[in-house]
C-alpha cells in the first residue's frame, strides 16, 4: 500500500520537481554566449527583476492576461448552451454529441491551426462571406491580427470548457427544476436559482482549462498574430530559441508556472472547503 501511494509522488519528484529546479537553477544564472550551453550558473535576480521593470515584459504580460482572459469569457459563452443541450439531449444521443464535441482533437492541432490560416486569409472563405453578407466593402484580411489569434484560442479550447460543463450539468437532478416550476418559479428563474449555482465547479474547471493553457499559447499567436500581437509564450520562445538567452527564458517560465499554478492552488482549496461542508 505505501508503494502505491508513493509511486505518484516519485513520478511528481522526478518529472516535475527536477525539471523545475533545473530551471530554476538556469533562471538565477547569467547568461553566457562562449560556453554551451550559454550559461553561467550563479545566484542572480537580475533576470527576475528585468521581467517586471522592462516594458516589452510587462506589455508581453498584460497582453496575454487580456487575450486568454477574452477567449476564456467567449469559450465560456458558447460552451455553456452547447454542454446544457448535450446535457439534456436523449441519452441515446449523448454520446454522438460528446464526440462531435472532441472529433477536432482526432487531427493534429498544427494541422488545424494552419487550416485557419486559410480560412482566415485575404481574399480567403470568410472573407469572402463577409463580403457577401456586406459586412465588408472589400477584400480585406483577419490573419495577422488580434481578432485571429482569439478566434484561434476559442475554436482550439472550446471542448475544455464544453466537458467540465456537461459532467456538471449532466448529474443535475430534473425533479429540482420540476420542483421550482411547481412553486411558480418561471424558467428563467429556476435557470439563475438552480441550474446556474449547480453548474459553477464546471464552469470555474472550464475556465482554468482554457485560460491557464491561453496565457502560455505559443502556436497560436505566431501563425495566426502578426507582429503586433504579444504574448509571453512567443517571448519565451525568442528568448530560448532566437536570442539564445537560457536564464531569461528561464526566468519567464518560473514566472508563467507560479502565475498559472495560483488559481489551481485557489480552486482546489475552494473544492475542498465545498466538500467540507457538505453533511
Known amino acids: 500500500m505505501r508503494f502505491v501511494i508513493a509511486l505518484p509522488y516519485a513520478w511528481l519528484a522526478v518529472f516535475f520537481l527536477l525539471p523545475f529546479g533545473l530551471v530554476l537553477a538556469i533562471a538565477l544564472g547569467t547568461n553566457d554566449p562562449d560556453s554551451a550551453p550559454p550559461v553561467a550558473l550563479g545566484f542572480s535576480l537580475k533576470n527576475f527583476a528585468l521581467l517586471f521593470t522592462d516594458d516589452l515584459y510587462l506589455a508581453a504580460w498584460l497582453s496575454s492576461l487580456r487575450i486568454a482572459a477574452t477567449a476564456t469569457v467567449i469559450t465560456l459563452l458558447l460552451g455553456y448552451p452547447m454542454a446544457y443541450a448535450i446535457a439534456r439531449a436523449e441519452p441515446r444521443r449523448r454520446p454522438l454529441l460528446l464526440m462531435l464535441v472532441v472529433l477536432p482533437f482526432w487531427t493534429s492541432f498544427l494541422i488545424r491551426v494552419y487550416a485557419w490560416m ?162
Open 118 to 279: 486559410g480560412l482566415l486569409a485575404g481574399n480567403g472563405p470568410l472573407d469572402q462571406l463577409l463580403q457577401w453578407t456586406g459586412l465588408l466593402s472589400g477584400p480585406a484580411t483577419i490573419l495577422g491580427t488580434e481578432w485571429a489569434v482569439q478566434i484561434g484560442i476559442v475554436y482550439a479550447y472550446l471542448p475544455f470548457m464544453v466537458l467540465p460543463l456537461y459532467a456538471a450539468l449532466e448529474k443535475l437532478d430534473p425533479g429540482l427544476l420540476e420542483a421550482a416550476a411547481d412553486l411558480g418559479a418561471r424558467p428563467i428563474q429556476a435557470f439563475l436559482t438552480i441550474t446556474l449555482p449547480l453548474s459553477l465547479p464546471g464552469m470555474v474547471a472550464g475556465c482554468l482549462l482554457v485560460f491557464i493553457p491561453a496565457v502560455g499559447e505559443f502556436v497560436i499567436p505566431d501563425l495566426l498574430g502578426g507582429t503586433e500581437t504579444l504574448m509571453i509564450g512567443k517571448v519565451l520562445w525568442d528568448e530560448f530559441f532566437t536570442n539564445s538567452d537560457w536564464p531569461l527564458a528561464s526566468a519567464v517560465a518560473i514566472c508563467l508556472l507560479v502565475l498559472l499554478v495560483g488559481p489551481i492552488t485557489l480552486f482546489q482549496r475552494q473544492q475542498a472547503k465545498s466538500l467540507e461542508r457538505r453533511p
